[in-house]
C-alpha cells in the first residue's frame, strides 16, 4: 500500500508531486472562464490610447461585420466541442455555400440554390457525424480529410477561378444597417439567441452537456449518444454556410481563398471563451467574447499599420495560450 | 490489450494455420503492400513510362520528403498525439538556412554549420511543442496547429518570394547518383532501418507505444511518460527539419511554398499504413507502405495527366475512404 503510493509519486510526472491549492484552482477557473471579457475590455482601452482610428465609424462597422460571421461560425464550433468533438470542414464548407449560391444564382431562383447549399451542408455535417460516430475516426481526422474532399470538389466545380457576382439578397442580409447596427450582426444575433435557449432550456441542450461530460455515462443514461454528436456536426455545417452566406455577402465576391482561416478562428474564439476540449464545459457568451476579442486583435493589426503576416502569428499565439490555458485548468479541475 | 489476449489464446490452438495468424496480425501491412502491388503492376502493365527503372528510382527518390515527414508523424501518432506544425518547421528550416546562404554569399564553408543549425531549428521547435502539450495538459492537435499558424506568419514576414544563393555543393544532396539509384534513397532506406529498430528494439521506442496505448498503465509501469512524449516532438521535428534541408537542396532556392499540404499527407500515410490514429497500435513498416503508396498514387496521376483540380478531389476521396473502413477498437460510442 505505501509502496505503491511512493512509487507512483515518485516515477509520475513533476506535476503529480504538485499539490495546488483549492484557491489556485479557483483562480485558475475563473481565469479560464473570464480571461476572453477581460481581455476585450483591457483590448478596447489600449485601442482608445494607441489607436483611436479603431474607433472610426467606418472600421467600426467592418469589425461589427467580421465579428458577426465568426460569431455565427463560432457557435456551431462551440457545439461540437462541447460534445468532445471538432471540426476542420468549417472554412471548406463555408466556401463552398459562397460559390454554389453564386455559380447556381444565374438561372435559377435564389431560394432553390439557396436550399442547395443548406441541404448540402447539412449532408457534409452528417457525413462527418456518421464517420466519427459510427465508424470511430477520430475527429480531427475525419473533419481534416472531409475539409481536403470539400476544397478539391470546389476546384473541380469552379475550375480555380473566381466566379459571379454575389446576389442582392445576400448583400442585403450582410450589410444594410438597420437603425445602427448591420443587418449580419441581427443574424448573428438571432442565432445566438436561439442556441442560447437550446442549451439552457430544452432537453437536447442538456444532453449536449451530458454528452460531452461524459460519454459513457450518458450513454447508461439512455441518451443516444451517437444521435447528438450527430446532430450537432450537422448544425455546427450549416451554421458555417450561413456564416458563409454573410461573408460573400460583406466581401461582395467569391473567390478561393474565401474564409480559410475560419477553422482556426473559430476553434480559438470557443476555446479563448472557456469552451474546453475535453467537451461538457463552457457557453455562448463565452464564444461571444472569445470571437470578438479576436476580430479586435486581428482589426488592430491593420489598424496599427503591422505588416499583415502578424495577424498570423497573432491567431496562432492566441490559439496557443488559450489552449494552454484551459488545458491547465481542465487538468486542475478533473484532479 | 485485446490483440495481446487473442495472440495468448490462438498460440494454444494447433499451429497449423501459422500463414492465417501472420495474416491476422499483420492484416493492415499486408493490406497495404497488396494494394501498392496491385496499383504499380497495373500501372506497369499500362504506361511504358511508369516501367521504366528511370521512373521507378525517381519515385523512390520523390518519396523521401514524406518519408521523413511521415517517420516523424509516426513517431508521435504512435503516442496518441499529432503533429500538425512539421510542413512548418520544415518550410521555417529551409527558409531559414537559405536566407543563411544568401547573407554568407553562397560560400560552401558554411554547408556543414548551416546543416546543423537547420536541425537545431527544428528539434527546438519540435521541443517546444513537447513542453508545451506536456506541461499545460493541451491537446496536441490544437497546440501544434497553434504553433504552425505562429510559423507560418514567421515565414512570410521571412521572405514571401524564393531566396537565391544557394550554393552549387549544397545541390549534390539531390542530385548525387551512383549508377540510377540516388545516394540519397539509400541513406533513406538506412533511416527507416534505423527507425524500425529504434521503434521495435529500444526502450524508448517501446515506451512511444506504452505511452499511446494508456498514458496511465505506462505512468505506473515507470516509464516517464512526459519525458517520452517530449521525445515523441523533439524527433518529429528533427525529421521534418531534414525534410526541409532535403526541399531546399531539391529546389535549390529558399521556396516559400515548401511543404505546402504536406502535413495532411503524412497523416494520411500514417493513417493507410495501418497506425492507430488513437495510438499505440501499428508499425513503421505500414507507414513505409503509405508512403510508397501516396508517391506512386501522385506519380501514375501525372503520367496519366489527370487535371490539377482533380488530383486534390481524389486525394480527399481516398482519404475519406481510408477513414471510413478503419475502425478504431477503442470507440467510446460503439452503442
Request: charge should be positive; hydrophobic fraction near 55%; include cysteine.
Amino acid at each position: 500500500m505505501n509502496t505503491s503510493s511512493t512509487k507512483t509519486s515518485f516515477f509520475g510526472s513533476k506535476l503529480s508531486g504538485f499539490r495546488p491549492t483549492p484557491r489556485f484552482v479557483n483562480a485558475v477557473d475563473l481565469a479560464g472562464q473570464w480571461a476572453a471579457p477581460i481581455m476585450v475590455c483591457i483590448v478596447l482601452i489600449v485601442a482608445a490610447l494607441f489607436a483611436p482610428a479603431f474607433y472610426n465609424p467606418t472600421n467600426l462597422r467592418t469589425v461589427t461585420i467580421q465579428f458577426a460571421v465568426l460569431g455565427i461560425v463560432a457557435v456551431g464550433q462551440t457545439l461540437v466541442l462541447l460534445v468532445r468533438s471538432i471540426d476542420l470542414s468549417v472554412s471548406a464548407v463555408l466556401a463552398l455555400g459562397a460559390v454554389i449560391v453564386v455559380q447556381t444564382q444565374a438561372g435559377n431562383s435564389l431560394i432553390i440554390s439557396l436550399l442547395q447549399a443548406f441541404a448540402i451542408a447539412g449532408a457534409i455535417g452528417l457525413i462527418n457525424g456518421i464517420l466519427i460516430t459510427k465508424r470511430g475516426v477520430p475527429p480531427f481526422v475525419a473533419t481534416f480529410g472531409m475539409l481536403v474532399f470539400i476544397q478539391g470538389a470546389r476546384l473541380a466545380y469552379s475550375k480555380g477561378q473566381a466566379s459571379g457576382t454575389v446576389p442582392d439578397l445576400l448583400r442585403t442580409i450582410s450589410i444594410e444597417p438597420v437603425g445602427f447596427i448591420p443587418a449580419a450582426l441581427i443574424v448573428w444575433l438571432v442565432v445566438n439567441i436561439i442556441f442560447i435557449f437550446l442549451l439552457k432550456y430544452t432537453r437536447f441542450g442538456r444532453w449536449i452537456y451530458a454528452v460531452g461530460g461524459n460519454p459513457f455515462a450518458s450513454q447508461y443514461a439512455g441518451i443516444r449518444v451517437d444521435w447528438i454528436m450527430i446532430v450537432a456536426h450537422t448544425i455546427c455545417s450549416v451554421l458555417a454556410i450561413l456564416g458563409g452566406l454573410v461573408l460573400s455577402g460583406y466581401i461582395g465576391y467569391v473567390d478561393l481563398r474565401l474564409g480559410a482561416d475560419y477553422n482556426m478562428n473559430s476553434i480559438a474564439a470557443a476555446i479563448v471563451g472557456g469552451t474546453t476540449f475535453t467537451g461538457g464545459r463552457g457557453n455562448l457568451f463565452g464564444t461571444a467574447a472569445g470571437v470578438a476579442l479576436l476580430v479586435l486583435l486581428l482589426n488592430l493589426v491593420v489598424v496599427l499599420g503591422l505588416s499583415i503576416h502578424w495577424q498570423l502569428a497573432m491567431q496562432g499565439l492566441v490559439l496557443v495560450l488559450a489552449v494552454s490555458l484551459q488545458g491547465f485548468r481542465q487538468f486542475l479541475l478533473s484532479r | 490489450m485485446a490483440t495481446t489476449f487473442e495472440d495468448a489464446t490462438a498460440h494454444t490452438e494447433p499451429r497449423t494455420n501459422t500463414l492465417i495468424l501472420f495474416l491476422r496480425k499483420n492484416a493492415s501491412i499486408v493490406l497495404i503492400y497488396g494494394f501498392i502491388i496491385l496499383i504499380a503492376g497495373a500501372a506497369a502493365y499500362f504506361s511504358d513510362t511508369f516501367r521504366t527503372p528511370s521512373n521507378m528510382a525517381n519515385i523512390l527518390r520523390q518519396s523521401i520528403i514524406l518519408g521523413l515527414l511521415a517517420i516523424g508523424q509516426s513517431l508521435v501518432i504512435l503516442t496518441g498525439g499529432m503533429d500538425i506544425s512539421i510542413d512548418m518547421i520544415a518550410r521555417t528550416v529551409a527558409l531559414t538556412i537559405a536566407t543563411l546562404f544568401a547573407f554568407y554569399e553562397s560560400d560552401p564553408i558554411f554547408i556543414l554549420p548551416l546543416i546543423l543549425l537547420g536541425i537545431v531549428i527544428g528539434v527546438v521547435i519540435g521541443g517546444i511543442n513537447g513542453l508545451l502539450i506536456t506541461r499545460t495538459h493541451a491537446n496536441p492537435f490544437i497546440i501544434t496547429f497553434g504553433v504552425a499558424f505562429i510559423l507560418r506568419g514567421v515565414n512570410l514576414a521571412i521572405s514571401t518570394t524564393p531566396i537565391r544563393g544557394v550554393p552549387k555543393e549544397f545541390l549534390s544532396i539531390y542530385n548525387t547518383k551512383i549508377g540510377l539509384i540516388a545516394v540519397n534513397v539509400i541513406v533513406m532506406a538506412f533511416i527507416w532501418f534505423l527507425v524500425w529498430l529504434f521503434t521495435t528494439r529500444t526502450r524508448l521506442g517501446r515506451a512511444l507505444y506504452a505511452v499511446g496505448g494508456s498514458e496511465r498503465i505506462a505512468r505506473l509501469s515507470a516509464i516517464r511518460v512526459n519525458k517520452t512524449l517530449v521525445w515523441a516532438y523533439v524527433l518529429s521535428g528533427f525529421f521534418a527539419s531534414i525534410a526541409g534541408l532535403f526541399v531546399l537542396s531539391r529546389m535549390g532556392v529558399g521556396d516559400p511554398g515548401t511543404a505546402e499540404g504536406m502535413t495532411f499527407q503524412s497523416i494520411v500515410a500514417v493513417a493507410v499504413g495501418g497506425i492507430s490514429l488513437y495510438g499505440g497500435r501499428g508499425s513503421i513498416i505500414g507507414t513505409l507502405g503509405g508512403v510508397l503508396l501516396l508517391t506512386i498514387l501522385a506519380n501514375v496521376f501525372n503520367l496519366i495527366q489527370v487535371n490539377i483540380y482533380y488530383q486534390q478531389l481524389l486525394l480527399g476521396l481516398v482519404v475519406l475512404i481510408a477513414v471510413a473502413a478503419y475502425r478504431s477498437p477503442r470507440t467510446v460510442r460503439s452503442g
